[in-house]
């Protein structure tokens, strides 16, 4: 017998949601988005955000850019660091280049 339970009815418990849980959510969002077969004039079909979707009033998630890190730019490396975003700046793009393939290996 399967049991059926109301979410109201359940003790809300509050969840360590971390930035790296964060970004993961984000992320498969768009990817999910991404999935969905398009009706002729572009809306979702059967989309479990039906009515809900950020689409629309704005962009759609499936046209967002996906956020990763480490990530690497110019001669720049963005790491997240006890949850905030940190730019680490090297004097040239080689140095750059040696660290972010280090943080990549981590």
């Known amino acids: 017998m399967i049991e059926v339970y109301d979410i109201k009815d359940m003790e809300l418990k509050r969840l360590d949601i971390t930035p790296e849980l964060a970004i993961a959510a984000y ?6 988005c991404r999935q969905q077969n398009l009706t002729e004039d572009e809306a979702h079909c059967n989309c479990i955000f039906d009515g809900k979707c950020p689409a629309v009033e704005r962009e759609a998630p499936a046209d967002w850019e996906e956020v990763h890190y ?15 975003v940190k730019q680490i700046t090297y004097g040239n793009r080689q140095e750059a280049e040696e660290a972010f393939k280090e943080m990549m290996r981590r």
């Open 27 to 32: 992320n498969t969002l768009i990817q999910f």
């Open 70 to 84: 480490p990530k690497l730019v110019d001669n720049s490396v963005f790491c997240l660091k006890n949850g905030k």
